[in-house]
């Protein structure tokens, strides 16, 4: 379930529908509906470009990808093809035949021309992974983005405060096992965490993030003391 379908009157409602409409992890109707309202409600929208604006950055890690000039060369090749055909030469012997090898040598050529465009390269996996993190009676709403790319997680604080004395720390829970701290999150709207390499290979695989409320410098114990303010599980985008 994302944070949509809780999407109530309540501070970072709106905002965090318009993050996750503009990161593409709405359900279909969640989607359309946020799509209508984009139309109609001039505030919405400027939700959704403001989001839009603040992951713009995250493109320039990936660099542009263009299609092989092959690729076109062979899909006219197969939609545009004559069929005419020439009148047929005087028969030599069809393993003695020029024509039948040259023929043979282009049918093999086009076979290996178009396979790339019936067996595609398998997808890559995942490099960025989103996370609506929030909790029930709690007004703490964080959108995490974890870039595989560059170790780190990124993390936009739409709703809540820490306290006086206060610091929310990040932790990574996995199964039934015991939570492991990646840090405290820095004071401020927005921050980025740098993610070790266990945890990279953890994270890769969709697990769950949580914030807790901790005293100043995070948690005495390496678990959390405090109560968890926010949680969600890491999708991909």
Excluded: C
């Amino acid at each position: 379930m994302t944070l949509a379908e809780d999407n109530g009157p309540e501070r970072g409602g709106d905002d965090l529908l318009a993050a996750e409409y503009v990161l593409g992890v709405l359900a279909a109707d969640e989607r359309q509906i946020a799509s209508r309202r984009i139309d109609t409600e001039a505030g919405f929208a400027r939700l959704v470009d403001a989001w839009e604006a603040h992951f713009a950055p995250m493109a320039d890690a990936y660099a542009a990808v263009e299609a092989p000039a092959s690729a076109k060369a062979a899909i006219d090749r197969r939609l545009f093809a004559s069929s005419v055909t020439t009148p047929a030469a005087p028969s030599i012997g069809l393993l003695g035949s020029l024509a039948f090898w040259r023929g043979l040598a282009l049918a093999a050529l086009a076979v290996f021309v178009a396979l790339p465009l019936v067996n595609p390269p398998l997808p890559q996996p995942e490099t960025s992974l989103v996370a609506s993190l929030a909790a029930d009676n709690s007004n703490v709403k964080y959108l995490a983005v974890y870039d595989a790319a560059r170790h780190e997680v990124g993390l936009s604080l739409v709703s809540g405060e820490r306290g006086a004395g206060k610091d929310f720390e990040l932790w990574l829970i996995e199964g039934k096992n015991a939570p492991v701290s990646m840090g405290v999150i820095p004071a401020g709207q927005s921050a980025r965490m740098a993610v070790t390499p266990a945890v990279q290979e953890k994270l890769a695989q969709g697990a769950v993030l949580a914030v807790s409320l901790e005293p100043a410098g995070g948690s005495p114990t390496g678990q959390p003391t405090g109560p968890v303010v926010a949680a969600g599980d890491l999708k991909g985008i």
